[in-house]
């Protein structure tokens, strides 16, 4: 336990020491014709921004397909590339986990570094376990607000470039809009009283909101936190007492707990939803006549909708 300690305050040391102020971006990274580097965290920040950003700029990912944001760590290759990037795009409110730690200190330095969350009033974030609820994708109109933020920040930083960032992030908002409304419809298909989605961990409060589910996360809004006996058996009896069909595993989190709750109330697994994490760009399936790339926002959405609804009918 001791070494592994020590192995952690060294790379600890190392982080904070590479954020030092004298630690200023690399000056030649994208001189001359090179594109400005923008580096993003999770895939959903990554979809939206290559959305907006388009040629015009090279949008590197630290984080790919089903890795859970809360328990990231960033290696030395990521460390790099956010000490070489022109800006730095990330979710927000602790999501990233102790990345947080690390944008803070780049943003003090001067450096473009924003946050999807900073988009939103203080009236749409939602508070759980007495913290504020990141999950903010999960609601299509609130993601857009943070496209819009992000969009606009991106024009400002390069003005020469901000009437081509204005078109595509209007085509981007747009997409998320219909999304929106199609989400609506499809939830509208269930009656009320079946719309109870438990899942994992509590990921879908703003998918809930918007789209009218009672949403039971079986861990917090954090997967750091773990699932108690107490909790599972008083979720096992909701489950029971109000006849929920389906309870559903995620494609980031770990499907043991899910598989022991249906196990115990004779619920089924209804599928896998994703969560904090896309699924692979290009993976398509069909929807109601229509081709949905489950590697975006929008197709990850209508994905997660539609597994819930035919699940719960």
């Not at 078109?167 to 609506?184: I, M, S, W």
Request: proline share 4%; with cysteine.
């Amino acid at each position: 336990m001791n070494r592994i300690l020590s192995k952690l305050s060294v790379l600890a040391a190392g982080m904070a020491a590479c954020f030092l102020p004298a630690c200023s971006p690399s000056t030649g990274v994208n001189s001359g014709n090179k594109k400005p580097l923008i580096v993003t965290t999770t895939t959903m920040v990554t979809d939206v921004i290559r959305s907006i950003a388009g040629d015009d700029f090279t949008v590197q990912s630290l984080m790919g397909p089903g890795v859970d944001p809360h328990l990231f760590k960033p290696g030395q290759d990521d460390i790099q590339a956010l000490q070489k990037a022109d800006v730095v795009f990330y979710s927000g409110l602790h999501l990233e986990g102790r990345m947080t730690e690390i944008m803070e200190r780049l943003h003090s330095q001067g450096r473009k570094v924003y946050a999807f969350s900073d988009a939103l009033a203080k009236s749409d974030i939602i508070t759980a376990d007495d913290q504020p609820d990141p999950h903010i994708w999960g609601d299509a109109s609130q993601w857009t607000k943070g496209l819009t933020y992000c969009a606009q920040k991106l024009s400002e930083a390069y003005p020469d470039k901000a009437a081509a960032i204005a078109a595509r992030a209007a085509a981007a908002a747009l997409a998320l809009t219909e999304t929106h409304a199609r989400l609506k419809t499809m939830a509208e298909t269930l009656p009320v009283q079946k719309r109870v989605l438990v899942t994992s961990h509590d990921a879908f409060r703003y998918f809930g909101r918007a789209y009218g589910f009672d949403v039971i996360g079986i861990q917090g809004i954090s997967t750091v936190s773990e699932a108690n006996l107490g909790d599972m058996a008083r979720i096992s009896d909701l489950i029971k007492q109000r006849g929920v069909k389906a309870v559903f595993v995620e494609s980031s989190v770990s499907h043991a707990t899910i598989e022991r709750i249906s196990k115990d109330t004779g619920a089924k697994i209804g599928g896998e939803l994703f969560s904090d994490a896309l699924g692979q760009p290009g993976d398509m399936i069909t929807i109601n006549g229509r081709k949905v790339d489950q590697g975006t926002t929008a197709g990850m959405l209508e994905s997660n909708m539609h597994t819930i609804v035919e699940a719960l009918k």
